[in-house]
Protein backbone atom coordinates (compact mmCIF):
# COMPACT_ATOMS: atom_id res chain seq x y z
CA UNK A 1 0.00 0.00 0.00
CA UNK A 2 1.58 3.08 -1.23
CA UNK A 3 1.57 5.85 2.17
CA UNK A 4 -0.77 8.82 2.12
CA UNK A 5 1.00 12.34 1.50
CA UNK A 6 -1.08 13.71 4.44
CA UNK A 7 0.50 10.83 6.76
CA UNK A 8 4.12 12.25 6.10
CA UNK A 9 5.75 14.33 9.27
CA UNK A 10 6.80 18.16 8.41
CA UNK A 11 10.92 18.06 8.34
CA UNK A 12 12.82 21.05 10.10
CA UNK A 13 15.53 22.06 7.18
CA UNK A 14 18.27 21.91 6.14
CA UNK A 15 18.66 18.45 6.97
CA UNK A 16 19.89 15.22 4.58
CA UNK A 17 21.00 18.19 2.66
CA UNK A 18 24.18 17.52 0.57
CA UNK A 19 26.56 20.30 -0.83
CA UNK A 20 29.37 19.33 -3.35
CA UNK A 21 31.76 21.82 -4.80
CA UNK A 22 30.59 21.18 -8.71
CA UNK A 23 28.18 19.84 -10.99
CA UNK A 24 30.30 17.06 -11.76
CA UNK A 25 30.69 16.37 -8.00
CA UNK A 26 26.55 16.35 -7.94
CA UNK A 27 26.51 14.04 -10.50
CA UNK A 28 28.81 11.23 -9.29
CA UNK A 29 27.25 11.55 -6.17
CA UNK A 30 23.56 11.09 -7.73
CA UNK A 31 24.72 8.47 -9.96
CA UNK A 32 26.03 6.41 -6.99
CA UNK A 33 22.81 6.59 -5.07
CA UNK A 34 20.95 5.11 -8.39
CA UNK A 35 23.59 2.78 -8.66
CA UNK A 36 22.77 1.31 -5.67
CA UNK A 37 19.39 1.35 -5.89
CA UNK A 38 19.44 -0.48 -9.35
CA UNK A 39 21.80 -3.04 -7.54
CA UNK A 40 19.17 -3.76 -5.27
CA UNK A 41 16.07 -4.33 -8.15
CA UNK A 42 14.60 -0.64 -6.70
CA UNK A 43 11.61 0.94 -8.83
CA UNK A 44 12.96 4.03 -10.05
CA UNK A 45 10.90 7.57 -10.64
CA UNK A 46 13.40 9.32 -12.88
CA UNK A 47 13.53 12.65 -14.68
CA UNK A 48 14.74 14.11 -17.43
CA UNK A 49 16.18 17.79 -18.73
CA UNK A 50 19.19 19.24 -18.54
CA UNK A 51 20.53 19.20 -14.98
CA UNK A 52 20.55 15.07 -15.43
CA UNK A 53 22.53 15.07 -18.34
CA UNK A 54 25.87 14.45 -15.98
CA UNK A 55 23.64 12.60 -13.68
CA UNK A 56 23.20 9.90 -16.17
CA UNK A 57 26.75 10.19 -17.79
CA UNK A 58 27.96 9.48 -14.19
CA UNK A 59 25.51 6.09 -14.51
CA UNK A 60 26.31 5.25 -17.97
CA UNK A 61 29.91 5.61 -16.69
CA UNK A 62 29.42 3.61 -14.09
CA UNK A 63 27.23 0.71 -15.46
CA UNK A 64 29.58 0.07 -18.41
CA UNK A 65 32.86 -0.44 -16.37
CA UNK A 66 30.81 -3.60 -15.23
CA UNK A 67 31.80 -6.78 -15.89
CA UNK A 68 28.88 -7.97 -18.86
CA UNK A 69 27.12 -10.60 -16.61
CA UNK A 70 26.93 -8.81 -13.29
CA UNK A 71 25.95 -5.99 -15.73
CA UNK A 72 23.23 -7.84 -17.55
CA UNK A 73 21.73 -8.88 -14.44
CA UNK A 74 21.44 -5.56 -13.36
CA UNK A 75 19.48 -4.52 -16.44
CA UNK A 76 17.22 -7.29 -16.73
CA UNK A 77 15.96 -6.41 -13.67
CA UNK A 78 15.51 -2.65 -14.11
CA UNK A 79 12.33 -0.98 -13.36
CA UNK A 80 11.54 2.82 -13.79
CA UNK A 81 9.06 4.99 -14.51
CA UNK A 82 9.49 8.36 -15.75
CA UNK A 83 7.52 11.26 -14.51
CA UNK A 84 6.17 12.92 -17.38
CA UNK A 85 5.86 13.60 -21.35
CA UNK A 86 4.80 16.40 -23.80
CA UNK A 87 1.10 15.44 -25.28
CA UNK A 88 1.68 15.72 -29.05
CA UNK A 89 5.19 14.23 -28.90
CA UNK A 90 6.26 10.21 -29.23
CA UNK A 91 9.61 8.75 -28.84
CA UNK A 92 10.27 9.36 -32.60
CA UNK A 93 10.45 13.09 -31.94
CA UNK A 94 14.26 14.08 -30.95
CA UNK A 95 12.29 16.58 -28.43
CA UNK A 96 10.21 14.34 -26.25
CA UNK A 97 11.06 12.76 -23.30
CA UNK A 98 10.76 9.44 -24.54
CA UNK A 99 14.18 10.45 -26.77
CA UNK A 100 15.99 12.19 -24.65
CA UNK A 101 15.57 8.92 -22.36
CA UNK A 102 16.92 6.59 -25.21
CA UNK A 103 19.67 8.91 -25.84
CA UNK A 104 20.59 8.99 -22.05
CA UNK A 105 20.54 5.20 -20.76
CA UNK A 106 17.96 3.10 -22.78
CA UNK A 107 20.19 2.73 -25.68
CA UNK A 108 23.66 3.02 -24.77
CA UNK A 109 22.78 0.58 -21.62
CA UNK A 110 20.37 -1.22 -23.80
CA UNK A 111 17.98 -1.42 -21.48
CA UNK A 112 15.24 -4.03 -21.93
CA UNK A 113 12.06 -3.19 -23.94
CA UNK A 114 9.57 -2.73 -21.35
CA UNK A 115 11.78 -1.66 -18.38
CA UNK A 116 11.70 2.07 -18.49
CA UNK A 117 7.92 3.17 -18.89
CA UNK A 118 7.22 6.82 -19.58
CA UNK A 119 3.65 8.33 -20.38
CA UNK A 120 2.25 7.82 -24.27
CA UNK A 121 2.25 11.77 -25.11
CA UNK A 122 0.52 9.92 -28.40
CA UNK A 123 -2.43 8.55 -26.71
CA UNK A 124 -5.40 9.21 -28.07
CA UNK A 125 -6.90 10.33 -24.95
CA UNK A 126 -4.18 12.03 -22.66
CA UNK A 127 -6.24 12.01 -19.15
CA UNK A 128 -7.04 8.42 -20.09
CA UNK A 129 -3.37 7.88 -20.52
CA UNK A 130 -2.81 9.58 -17.37
CA UNK A 131 -5.10 7.10 -15.59
CA UNK A 132 -3.26 4.22 -16.61
CA UNK A 133 0.13 6.00 -15.75
CA UNK A 134 -0.45 6.36 -12.43
CA UNK A 135 -2.37 2.68 -11.67
CA UNK A 136 0.48 1.20 -13.30
CA UNK A 137 3.13 3.27 -11.50
CA UNK A 138 0.59 1.48 -8.02
CA UNK A 139 0.57 -1.85 -9.38
CA UNK A 140 4.04 -1.90 -9.30
CA UNK A 141 4.06 -1.25 -5.67
CA UNK A 142 5.10 2.42 -5.97
CA UNK A 143 8.29 3.90 -6.12
CA UNK A 144 11.30 2.92 -4.40
CA UNK A 145 13.63 5.99 -5.06
CA UNK A 146 11.74 9.82 -7.19
CA UNK A 147 14.94 11.56 -8.54
CA UNK A 148 13.73 15.09 -9.23
CA UNK A 149 14.95 18.33 -10.61
CA UNK A 150 13.26 21.85 -9.57
CA UNK A 151 12.02 24.05 -12.12
CA UNK A 152 12.17 27.73 -11.81
CA UNK A 153 8.77 28.17 -10.47
CA UNK A 154 9.08 25.81 -8.17
CA UNK A 155 7.36 22.58 -9.76
CA UNK A 156 8.73 19.10 -9.51
CA UNK A 157 7.81 16.97 -12.94
CA UNK A 158 5.26 19.24 -14.42
CA UNK A 159 3.07 20.04 -11.47
CA UNK A 160 2.76 23.84 -11.98
CA UNK A 161 1.69 26.30 -9.14
CA UNK A 162 -0.48 25.95 -7.87
CA UNK A 163 -0.59 22.59 -6.69
CA UNK A 164 -1.84 20.93 -3.78
CA UNK A 165 0.12 17.65 -2.24
CA UNK A 166 -2.74 15.36 -3.12
CA UNK A 167 -2.73 16.24 -6.83
CA UNK A 168 -2.63 12.76 -8.82
CA UNK A 169 -1.01 11.64 -11.92
CA UNK A 170 -2.85 13.63 -14.57
CA UNK A 171 -2.69 15.92 -18.22
CA UNK A 172 -2.10 19.49 -17.23
CA UNK A 173 -1.19 23.19 -18.98
CA UNK A 174 2.47 24.00 -18.91
CA UNK A 175 2.84 27.46 -17.57
CA UNK A 176 4.63 30.27 -19.17
CA UNK A 177 7.13 29.89 -17.23
CA UNK A 178 7.76 26.31 -17.97
CA UNK A 179 7.65 26.60 -21.68
CA UNK A 180 10.22 29.69 -21.73
CA UNK A 181 12.40 27.11 -19.41
CA UNK A 182 12.11 24.55 -21.39
CA UNK A 183 12.97 26.20 -25.34
CA UNK A 184 16.12 25.40 -25.73
CA UNK A 185 14.80 22.01 -27.12
CA UNK A 186 12.46 23.75 -29.20
CA UNK A 187 14.88 26.31 -31.00
CA UNK A 188 14.58 28.66 -27.91
CA UNK A 189 10.63 29.57 -29.27
CA UNK A 190 8.58 28.81 -26.23
CA UNK A 191 5.70 28.87 -28.74
CA UNK A 192 6.80 25.87 -29.79
CA UNK A 193 6.90 24.17 -26.38
CA UNK A 194 3.76 21.52 -25.88
CA UNK A 195 0.81 23.41 -24.24
CA UNK A 196 0.02 20.25 -22.22
CA UNK A 197 1.87 17.25 -20.66
CA UNK A 198 1.10 14.32 -18.64
CA UNK A 199 2.83 14.42 -15.30
CA UNK A 200 3.08 12.24 -12.19
CA UNK A 201 1.36 14.36 -9.55
CA UNK A 202 2.46 15.30 -5.86
CA UNK A 203 0.81 12.37 -4.66
CA UNK A 204 3.07 9.65 -5.82
CA UNK A 205 6.04 11.60 -5.29
CA UNK A 206 5.48 12.13 -1.97
CA UNK A 207 3.95 8.25 -1.91
CA UNK A 208 7.63 7.27 -3.09
CA UNK A 209 9.71 6.01 -0.59
CA UNK A 210 12.63 7.79 -0.73
CA UNK A 211 12.83 11.15 -2.73
CA UNK A 212 16.02 12.43 -4.28
CA UNK A 213 16.02 16.56 -5.41
CA UNK A 214 18.98 17.82 -7.72
CA UNK A 215 19.29 21.01 -7.56
CA UNK A 216 22.45 22.78 -9.56
CA UNK A 217 23.66 26.67 -10.40
CA UNK A 218 22.94 30.30 -9.29
CA UNK A 219 19.35 30.44 -11.13
CA UNK A 220 17.77 27.88 -8.82
CA UNK A 221 19.35 29.26 -5.59
CA UNK A 222 16.33 31.58 -4.78
CA UNK A 223 13.04 28.94 -5.76
CA UNK A 224 15.41 26.55 -3.82
CA UNK A 225 15.23 28.51 -0.59
CA UNK A 226 11.83 29.02 -1.18
CA UNK A 227 11.08 25.11 -1.31
CA UNK A 228 12.85 23.78 1.41
CA UNK A 229 13.22 27.04 3.85
CA UNK A 230 10.17 28.92 3.43
CA UNK A 231 5.92 27.24 4.45
CA UNK A 232 5.16 24.81 2.23
CA UNK A 233 1.98 25.64 0.04
CA UNK A 234 0.88 25.64 -3.20
CA UNK A 235 2.61 28.54 -5.32
CA UNK A 236 6.02 26.58 -4.37
CA UNK A 237 4.44 22.82 -5.13
CA UNK A 238 8.28 21.78 -4.45
CA UNK A 239 7.85 22.69 -0.71
CA UNK A 240 5.93 19.30 -0.24
CA UNK A 241 8.23 17.61 -0.27
CA UNK A 242 9.47 19.16 3.19
CA UNK A 243 6.36 16.78 3.90
CA UNK A 244 8.60 13.48 3.17
CA UNK A 245 10.88 11.87 6.03
CA UNK A 246 13.41 9.82 3.28
CA UNK A 247 14.26 13.06 1.43
CA UNK A 248 17.59 14.16 0.53
CA UNK A 249 18.95 16.98 -1.57
CA UNK A 250 22.31 17.21 -3.58
CA UNK A 251 23.22 20.67 -4.71
CA UNK A 252 25.75 22.78 -5.97
CA UNK A 253 27.43 25.56 -4.15
CA UNK A 254 26.24 28.06 -6.81
CA UNK A 255 22.64 26.37 -5.77
CA UNK A 256 23.13 26.28 -2.38
CA UNK A 257 24.06 29.99 -2.01
CA UNK A 258 20.32 31.17 -0.99
CA UNK A 259 19.81 28.91 1.66
CA UNK A 260 20.48 29.49 5.60
CA UNK A 261 22.88 26.83 6.71
CA UNK A 262 23.80 27.96 10.16
Known amino acids: ?21 SVDAVAAHVAERLFQALEQAAVLGLATGRTM ?49 QRQLAGPLQVPAGGL ?14 RRY ?16 LGSNGHVGFNEPPCGPEAPCRCLELSRATREQNAAAFGGDPAAVPERAISLGMAEILASRRVLLVVTGA ?15 PEV ?4 LQHHPQLEVVVDQAAAAGLELG
Do not use: H
Open 1 to 21: MIASPASLATLTWPRQLRVEA
Open 53 to 101: EPVYAALRQRLMALPPAPLALLLSRWRSFNLDEYVGLGGDDPRSFAAFM
Open 117 to 130: QIPDGCAADPDAEA
Open 134 to 149: GAAVIAAGGLDLQLLG
Open 219 to 233: AKAQILRRALQDPPC
Open 237 to 240: PASW
